[in-house]
């Protein structure tokens, strides 16, 4: 039988060939993105649950095998454990300053700077990496110092809003705050394992010291955010 006439558009000599569909070529790109940004956000929310549950030591094997990916596949993404702790640090960083940043038109500033301090307190008690992580190279990334330089804008924005509410003293600042985030979950750490929620009880006292009922003023003032950039520099040289 005669092969199909190349006037109807199809390759002469073939038969049966599926129409060239320049789309199905376009969209491979689209699929493969869609794919790599699937796996990438397994990976990290992987990660992220196997950090802290485990610590920083929990292996590349593991968060693979919770991802349901293989070793390969962390280091497309990855060159290294630590590219992968840095990206899971800023996603931590940025989940936090978005919250804050929706909480900075609630109507009660008093109850959103509350709420954010909460939030900021639990995702470090929850977790056991993340004060690990918050130490020497990872504080001292350029992504790492971006991401803290947002979130520090975030609580001054909450921080001012309660201020000019006349809801905490007037000599509080954002820093003041994000610093205070740290202090809470340290105070309870110790009885963490036995008493995993006694960090809600230092964070509202600290909270009760920001009131400004009783203030008296304070010896020293907030540190800047030179100091903690310089010391997050001076962290990383010593690692």
């Not at 609630?106 to 939030?119: C, G, I, R």
């Not at 504080?139 to 905490?168: F, K």
């Not at 202090?183 to 006694?198: F, G, K, M, R």
Request: glycine residues 8%; hydrophobic residues 45%.
């Amino acid at each position: 039988m005669a092969s199909t006439a190349a006037g109807d558009g199809s390759r002469p000599g073939v038969e049966g060939r599926r129409p060239h569909d320049p789309r199905v070529v376009g969209d491979a790109p689209a699929r493969l993105r869609a794919d790599a940004a699937h796996n990438r956000r397994a990976l990290l929310d992987a990660a992220s649950a196997t950090f802290a549950e485990e610590g920083m030591d929990a292996s590349i094997a593991r968060i693979a095998a919770r991802a349901g990916i293989g070793k390969g596949t962390v280091f497309r993404h990855f060159a290294t454990k630590q590219h992968l702790v840095v990206a899971i640090f800023c996603d931590r960083l940025d989940r936090l300053a978005d919250l804050g940043a929706e909480l900075s038109t609630a109507p009660d500033p008093a109850a959103a700077l509350s709420e954010f301090m909460t939030v900021g307190v639990e995702q470090q008690a929850s977790d056991r990496s993340f004060c690990q992580a918050a130490t020497g190279d990872t504080r001292n990334d350029p992504a790492v110092r971006a991401a803290s330089v947002r979130l520090a804008e975030v609580a001054e924005t909450l921080t001012a809003r309660a201020r000019d509410a006349g809801s905490i003293r007037a000599d509080v600042t954002g820093q003041d705050v994000v610093l205070l985030l740290g202090a809470a979950c340290q105070a309870a750490a110790p009885v963490a394992a036995t008493a995993p929620e006694l960090w809600r009880r230092y964070l509202a006292l600290i909270f009760d010291g920001l009131r400004p009922q009783a203030a008296h003023p304070l010896p020293h003032p907030a540190p800047t955010r030179t100091q903690l950039a310089d010391e997050a520099a001076a962290a990383g040289s010593a690692g």
